[in-house]
């Protein structure tokens, strides 16, 4: 969904985000920054889980994004997801909300 007032897109992620549903994702943010090329906020309430292939697509999406001055936000994220972004160092390149 398109936050017109924020500028900014607002995508809910439920399950898991693994190998298998990795590709959907990555097709949805190409699909929706092809319309729209501004910040993307990923909500992780309903996040249960995602590897590093979900990582990568998310990480494909902020090169993109960095070259207009863009930004993805991670919110909701639950203590898993919070300790994975921590450990792996994404936490200071993804905005943690």
Request: hydrophobic share 40%.
């Amino acid at each position: 969904m398109l936050d017109q007032e924020d500028d900014l897109w607002i995508v809910d992620v439920i399950g898991e985000i693994d190998i298998y549903t990795a590709n959907k994702l990555k097709e949805t943010l190409v699909k929706i920054l092809d319309e729209h090329n501004t910040s993307i906020k990923i909500n992780c309430l309903e996040l249960d889980y995602i590897d590093s292939t979900g990582l990568g697509v998310l990480i494909g999406a902020l090169k993109r994004l960095k070259q207009e001055n863009k930004n993805i936000m991670i919110s909701n994220a639950k203590p898993n997801i919070s300790k994975l972004l921590s450990i792996t160092g994404l936490n200071k390149i993804f905005v943690i909300q």
